[in-house]
């Protein structure tokens, strides 16, 4: 599980040091709303700063695997739906980033807490809209969207558990074979 994580870690780097440069090109841009171009690069920044960070945890295993799971997967909501408050054009696309982490928090931590995950994204997501809506930035008909993306947090999730627990079983079933594979050859040495 360890180097699942950290492949995914490896992502998550690599997706912070696209933001980071993403920030950086378009700076001058209409991409984000005024002003809020420098928030974007400042959380790009510390979003990739953090990312670094656990690459520090994963090699010295301390805290123990769940709990860093459940660190990275939430550094990742609360990062992503940060990031999603500074631009209307992005929002959609930095949505579907969150599927990729309850995915992978899924299939990573045996697929435990992915439906916790997805619904930590869920409930981020709909607070940053109702404060966008509150704003004045976003308009109520978009409800429909979020709405629609927060289903597929819940659906990723719900795949991402079924998907883990029937390779567990999996895994099980050829453990159990092997085992009887290697008494069957002891037998016949005899």
Known sequence: HWRSLDYYNLYRLTLALAVVF???????STLFRPGASERFQAISYTYLIIAALFVLGIRARWPVFQIQLTAHITADIIFVILLMGTSDRLT????LLLVISIASGGLVGSGRLSLLYAAMASIALLLQHAFGILGGNQGLDSFFQVGLLCAGYFAIGWLAHALTKRALQSETLAQQQADELALLNRINAL
């Open 92 to 95: 959609g696309g930095l949505g």
């Open 22 to 28: 993403t920030g950086l090109i378009f700076s001058d």
